[in-house]
């Protein structure tokens, strides 16, 4: 369907974060926006403020009328949803074209200048980061972003720029459908095994995201990652680390929650780069970002105002309470290597304080395959407090359960296993000094209220 016919779009699955951005793009576009999600959240009460019109129960008769002619309809879905879903159903069985979201960002690329990240982690705070350094540069750009910036308050920057700043997801192989001009690649740890299957299923959809750069694009992929590169002739190819690569930083220096250093580039090394949020990991992310950015077009004076002004990211080692005596944080961190960066930055932040974790597993596949690796990276902190699996689109699978994690927690570290339900009874009856809430579940739902019950007790 060309973009000219499409007068509707309707999206099932409307409240996800990356699907609640390409709402925004339409909705600012002029098009009637329409589409169902299973519950109502603070997001999806935006996208109604914004002009969607929600529903939170499947049902086809709350489609609106201008979503029922599919010659003029649009509509989009998330592979979480099922494929009996009713209203999905309907929309096949009258002939409709649907789309995957990423194969609307995948046209998305043809059309403009893509600039992606991907990788297991760190892809939404380094897309972010370089969303947030390319639009207050003289280039500006379109973003479509995995985690609500807290420079804009959204997952969305809209521009009459060339260029799209997109976070290429690998779930589900939804990543296959770009075609970037640019990509960072920030690490290749398998994840997504109940649809890959195995490792190497895994590192090969990787080596073929690689092929679809195009010729006289750019491939900057972190130093040392398991993967193979399959690049069409003319595309540049750098590496990146925090302390080595083509692209990397020097001269680092942690102080009085402060974080500073010097930008290696083969282009132009940048001397003095102040991180704006001031977290270790954040100096490996600001590289990636900082280069793409800077093949890209950005100065060096652009690169450093962006690095200082950056905000982060909702949900990304971000800080509800940061005082002497108490740090409250929530962070997103739901693979083992995730953690185990979130514990690493916590113990170079906080190195002679007692670090609690809350952590809420996500998907019982996940943690059938990577319990002992969630107990190392967690048993880095000095006590874990365990919750129930958060299932997700799952179910229970027999004997996988956070026991599995628990049970191999190092000898010694402080460990307990609750319900979700009882986290706030515990919070009330404890004492924390710095408290860090992990999981990409439910259980930050209920960091606004942990936040209140702490700050009443100062």
Not at 162 to 172: L, N
Not at 239 to 266: L, M
Not at 375 to 384: C, I, Q
Not at 415 to 431: A, F, G, H, N, T
Request: glycine share 6%.
């Amino acid at each position: 369907m060309e973009a000219k016919q499409i007068k509707a779009v309707y999206f099932i699955g409307a409240g996800g974060i990356g699907m609640s951005a390409i709402a925004r793009y339409f909705i600012s576009r002029g098009l009637v926006v329409a589409g169902y999600d299973k519950t109502p959240t603070e997001l999806t009460r935006r996208l109604e403020k914004e002009g969607m019109l929600l529903h939170y129960e499947e049902n086809i008769d709350e489609i609106p009328h201008a979503c029922k002619k599919k010659e003029q309809c649009l509509v989009v879905y998330t592979p979480a949803i099922p494929a009996e879903h009713k209203e999905l159903q309907y929309f096949r069985e009258q002939g409709f074209e649907i789309q995957k979201r990423a194969q609307v960002l995948g046209t998305l690329t043809r059309q403009m200048r893509g600039l992606c990240v991907a990788g297991t982690h760190g892809k939404t705070t380094t897309s972010t980061m370089c969303a947030h350094i390319m639009h207050q540069s003289h280039l500006d750009c379109n973003a479509f972003l995995g985690g609500i910036s807290k420079n804009y308050g959204t997952n969305y920057i809209l521009s009459p720029s060339d260029y799209v700043v997109i976070e290429a997801d690998e779930f589900d192989r939804s990543f296959h459908w770009l075609s970037p001009y640019m990509t960072v690649i920030t690490s290749t740890d398998p994840d997504h095994l109940d649809i890959y299957g195995t490792k190497e299923a895994y590192l090969e959809s990787f080596r073929h995201y690689t092929e679809l750069i195009q010729p006289e694009g750019a491939l900057i992929v972190h130093r040392g990652l398991e993967m193979q590169e399959a690049l069409q002739p003319g595309v540049r190819r750098y590496d990146y680390s925090r302390d080595e690569g083509d692209f990397h930083a020097e001269n680092i220096r942690i102080e009085n929650g402060e974080i500073t250093f010097d930008f290696i580039s083969p282009i132009e090394s940048v001397r003095n780069i102040e991180l704006g949020q001031p977290v270790p990991i954040n100096i490996e992310n600001g590289v990636a970002a900082m280069a793409m950015a800077q093949l890209a077009g950005c100065t060096a004076e652009e690169l450093r105002i962006g690095m200082m002004t950056y905000g982060g990211v909702d949900r990304r080692f971000d800080f509800k309470i940061k005082t002497d005596h108490l740090v409250l944080l929530s962070d997103y961190a739901h693979h083992p290597k995730e953690i185990l960066q979130s514990a690493r930055s916590l113990r170079e932040l906080y190195r002679d304080r007692h670090i609690t974790a809350i952590f809420q597993p996500h998907l019982y596949t996940r943690t059938r395959d990577f319990y002992r690796d969630f107990a190392d990276a967690l048993s880095l902190l000095d006590e874990v407090i365990l919750t129930e699996i958060y299932p997700a689109r799952e179910l229970p699978i027999e004997g996988v359960s956070s026991q599995l994690i628990y049970d191999n927690l190092r000898p010694g570290i402080e460990k307990q296993m609750i319900l979700k339900d009882d986290v706030i009874q515990l919070v009330k009856e404890r004492s924390f000094d710095v408290l860090v809430i992990l999981g990409a579940g439910d259980l930050d739902n209920l960091v606004p209220q942990i936040a209140r019950i702490l700050q009443r007790k100062k």
